[in-house]
C-alpha cells in the first residue's frame, strides 16, 4: 500500500487549525514529519494519527491544544448544535474536530458532542422547536462532519474483524450506522455498512459470502415487531455470527425475546456497543456477546 504524506497545509485544513500551528507542531518534535529534496514538511497520515492519539503529551507543550480541550469542555455539544441551528456548518465542523483533537479519540467525541447534539435535534423538532427542514439539514451536515472525522483515523488492517451495520426495514436514519462505523474503526474493526431498509435476505446474502464476524441492527424508532426478522438471520447463518441490536426502537417485549436466542444480545448505548466489539476483538468466539 502507498504511504500517504500530507504537507503542513493539508493537515491543517484536517484538523481545522492555522498551518503555522501545524509547522510548530512539527519544529518542536509533537509531529513526526520528514524533509522534501525541496525542504518541504511532509507527514505520513500514520504520523497524524499517532499525534492524535497522545494528547495528554502534546497539550503540555501547545497552547493551542490546550485551548481547544478547554474550550470543548466548557462549551460541550451545545455549541455543537447551535453552530448548525445557526447555518454556520463550517463553524461547527471545526469545533467538532477540535474537540477530537483535544480528547485524541473518535469514541469522547461522538459520546461527549455528536450524539447529544443528535438527541437535541430529535428532541427539538419532536416539540416543534425546529421543522423537518432544520431537522435534515442540521441531521445533513453531520453526516459530512463524521466523515470528516472518519479520515483521521487507521485504515482497518487486513486481518481486522469485520462488523455488518444495516438498519432493519421501515428504519431510514442511517446516521446511526456512520457512527457506529466510526466508532467501530477507532477500537480495530472493519466496518461494512450496508445502509437503511436492509431486507433480512440481503444480509444473510452477504454474511455468506464474505467473512462476517459480527453483525449490528438498528431501529431507533419504534415500528412493527422485528423479533421474526432477527430470528430468520440467525436461523439461516447458525450461531457462529454474533447478533446485536441497538437503538432507543426495539421494544421490551422484542428486546427479551431476542436476548433469548444464542449469541444475539441488546446494546442499549453506544459504550455499551464498544464494550462488547472489544470484548469480541479479544476473544473471536461467538460468545463473547453475552
Known amino acids: 500500500m502507498q504511504t500517504v504524506h500530507l504537507s503542513p497545509r493539508d493537515i491543517a485544513r484536517m484538523l481545522s487549525v492555522n498551518e503555522s500551528t501545524v509547522k510548530r507542531w512539527i519544529d518542536r518534535g509533537l509531529l513526526n514529519a520528514v524533509r522534501t529534496p525541496g525542504g518541504h514538511r511532509r507527514v505520513r497520515k500514520e504520523d497524524v494519527q499517532a499525534f492524535l492519539r497522545n494528547q495528554d503529551t502534546a497539550r503540555e507543550h501547545s497552547y493551542i491544544l490546550s485551548r481547544l480541550m478547554h474550550d470543548s469542555m466548557a462549551e460541550g455539544w451545545r455549541k455543537y ?3 448548525h441551528r445557526a447555518f454556520k456548518h463550517l463553524e461547527a465542523r471545526t469545533y467538532v474536530t477540535g474537540a477530537m483533537l483535544a480528547c485524541g479519540s473518535a469514541r469522547c467525541t461522538l459520546e461527549d458532542t455528536v450524539i447529544p447534539t443528535l438527541v437535541k435535534i430529535g428532541d427539538a423538532w419532536q416539540h416543534g422547536e425546529l421543522d423537518i427542514a432544520d431537522e435534515h439539514r442540521m441531521t445533513f451536515m453531520i453526516r459530512n462532519d463524521l466523515l470528516s472525522l472518519d479520515q483521521l483515523l487507521p485504515e482497518p488492517s487486513p486481518g481486522a474483524p469485520r462488523v455488518l451495520l444495516a438498519c432493519v426495514p421501515e428504519e431510514n436514519h ?3 450506522l456512520q457512527v457506529l462505523a466510526l466508532a467501530a474503526r477507532e477500537v480495530g474493526w472493519h466496518p461494512i455498512v ?11 446474502r452477504v454474511a455468506e459470502h464474505e467473512p462476517i464476524d459480527m453483525i449490528a441492527l438498528s431501529k431507533t424508532y419504534p415500528q412493527r415487531d422485528y423479533t421474526g426478522y432477527v430470528r430468520e438471520i440467525r436461523t439461516a447463518l447458525g450461531v457462529e455470527t454474533p447478533i446485536i441490536v441497538g437503538g432507543a426502537g426495539w421494544s421490551k417485549k422484542e428486546r427479551t425475546s431476542l436476548t433469548r436466542l444464542p449469541a444475539t444480545a441488546y446494546a442499549p448505548t453506544l459504550r455499551d456497543m ?3 466489539l472489544q470484548r469480541c476483538t479479544a476473544e473471536r468466539s461467538p460468545t463473547c456477546i453475552t
Open 81 to 83: 448544535f447551535d453552530l
Open 174 to 176: 442511517e446516521i446511526v
Open 194 to 204: 450496508l445502509g437503511i431498509n436492509v431486507p433480512a435476505r440481503e444480509i444473510i
Open 274 to 276: 464498544l464494550q462488547r
